[in-house]
């Protein structure tokens, strides 16, 4: 198993990617390297997706 891969199980076991993304777009934001804008766009995103995917997989678990 590559570095690359252990690392990603590392992170899938303990937090999504959305939320690893989330969280340094946070960190820009109060860096100052992200603007408002941009880590509302983010956060949006981060939201919505999480959201959906949520939503299918409540459908999927009451289909089985």
Same mark, same amino acid.
């Given at each position: 198993?590559?570095? @690359? !891969? +252990?690392? #990603?199980?590392? *992170?899938? @076991?303990?937090?999504?990617? +959305? /939320? ?7 960190? %820009?934001?109060?860096? %100052?390297? /992200? !603007?408002?804008? #941009? ?11 999480? %959201?959906?995917? #949520?939503?299918? !997989?409540? *459908?999927?678990?009451? +289909? +089985?």
């Amino acid at each position: 198993m590559s570095r @690359k !891969e +252990k690392i #990603d199980l590392f *992170l899938s @076991k303990w937090v999504s990617r +959305k /939320l690893i993304v989330f969280f340094i777009a946070s960190a %820009g934001l109060f860096s %100052g390297s /992200l !603007e408002s804008n #941009d880590w509302v766009i983010v956060a949006t995103a981060y939201i919505s997706l999480q %959201g959906v995917t #949520d939503i299918v !997989e409540r *459908l999927y678990n009451t +289909k +089985k």
